[in-house]
Nanobody, 116 residues
């Protein structure tokens, strides 16, 4: 079992920055991929960025060049640095930890609101 807790969301003006954090605990040895997803009201949850255990990263086209995913293995923490935020980035952001055993562990989400 893996416990996942996100933090760092908030209200920011367009053009501003936020850094989300995702702390993992428990059976983290089984995790081989991590990612950030977001869900805006009335929309489906979508992948924002992901990183594998081998540090291969992927990004949604809408955030390329603005968001950066990274991790600190010593702290068992995943980050999402978000720069040049836009109102359309407003959503609840969720952290996902994917286990090599096939299980997915989600956090409770953190709200990001970007005002115009």
């Amino acid at each position: 079992q893996v416990h996942v807790v996100e933090s760092g969301g908030g209200l920011v003006q367009a053009g501003g920055s936020l850094r989300l954090s995702c702390a993992a605990s428990g059976s983290i040895f089984s995790i081989n991929a991590m990612g950030w997803y977001r869900q805006a009201p009335g929309k489906q949850r979508e992948l924002v960025a992901s990183i594998t255990i081998g540090s291969i990263t992927t990004y949604a086209d809408s955030v390329k060049g603005r968001f950066t995913i990274s991790r600190d293995n010593a702290k068992n923490t995943l980050y999402l640095q978000m720069n040049s935020l836009k109102p359309e980035d407003t959503a609840a952001y969720y952290c996902l930890m994917h286990s090599g055993y096939g299980s997915d562990y989600w956090g409770q989400g953190t709200q990001v609101t970007v005002s115009s």
